[in-house]
């Protein structure tokens, strides 16, 4: 009998996190000073960092409130404290798999479905009305930072350019979501681009199940947000909240400044916070590679290197690592209780 060895395949995401660590200690032992970057953290005011992750987690409450709100002017019922948990899930997701900057609401959407049967259009509707005011939050946010930066400091061409190249990708793949989500028709050829490719990778697969319930989601996805934008005072609340929640964002990296006894101009915050979320959309959020951008930013501003890296540090201490072991608490009870749900229902 002749035993057959099983091979085995490497986790893609892991070779990312692993690639990513590498660079990032190669960083610090090229270009920072170790001695002097513990200096500083050793003078950290806990009280203004503790606000740090206060200011985190009501981000993620606002977050949760505008879903919540944008799923209730489409007559979809969930409670505050399910809108919390999926949105932590979806938190987790962005911060470990690479990818445009898709897979929270990707996850959002797939677990609530699965919970609550609600239509899968709705949820989607819900989660890229959501996604369209968090890109021009972020779109104005870098516009007006830009725009501080230049009347303030003698910015180098090559970096104001870069940063104007940045804002003009923003503004384009918000522009195509905006675009996608009012004509039907376009996303009638993204269902077919997506058919085409998968039938290409699996010649003997029947499209046609999948491009029905597919063209049925679409429907139901245009007719949520037609019923969105035909409500504009119910957006209003959900508008503020968003801009709440990113006000709470934002001030995660302003409290970990004054934590560490360095008041920082509004505009370099600005520029760094919403740069490092741009990068969200091409999928090089992973571990390593934006702290070394956002520490290379804050330097190229006029901020020590030492100071940019403790910032840096500290900043992601909050949005990485809180957000990863909270958000990973969440995917767990989250997965229990649907298994629950799915063992009752058989």
Known sequence: MIQTKKTRRINPIFVVLVLGLVAFILYIVFFINPAQVIAILSKTNLAYFAGAFVAYSMFTICSSLVWQRLLSCLS????????????WVGLFFEATVPQLGWSGEVSKTYLLNKDSKVDA????????????????????????????????????????????????????GLSIVYYVSIKPTA?????????????????????????????????????GISQLKAKPRELIFPIALAVTGFIFEISVVFL????????????????????????????????????????????????????S?????????????????????????????IIKQSGSAE
């Open 76 to 87: 979809v019922k969930i409670s505050k404290r399910k809108a919390l948990l999926y949105t």
């Open 121 to 172: 259009g709705k949820i989607v509707a819900s989660v890229v009305g959501q996604k369209i005011f968090t890109m021009t939050t972020s779109v104005v946010a870098l516009a007006l930072g830009l725009g501080l930066v230049l009347i303030n400091y003698s910015l180098p061409l090559t970096t104001a350019l870069l940063i104007a190249f940045i804002l003009s990708l923003s503004i384009l």
């Open 187 to 223: 996303t009638k050829t993204l269902l077919g681009w997506v058919i085409k490719i998968i039938s290409f990778f699996r010649k003997r697969w029947n499209p046609q199940s999948f491009q029905s319930k597919g063209e049925e989601t679409l429907g139901n996805f245009h007719v």
């Open 256 to 307: 970990t400044f004054m934590a560490l006894g360095y008041p920082v101009p509004i505009d370099k915050v600005l520029i760094v916070f919403t740069l490092a979320g741009a990068l969200q959309t091409v999928g090089l959020t992973v571990f390593g590679f934006t702290e070394i951008v956002m520490t290379s930013i804050f330097t190229f501003l006029g901020i020590p290197v030492d100071l």
């Open 309 to 337: 890296f403790s910032v840096t540090l500290l900043t992601r201490v909050v949005n990485l690592w809180f957000r990863l072991a909270v958000s990973y608490v969440a995917l767990q009870w989250a997965g229990i209780k």
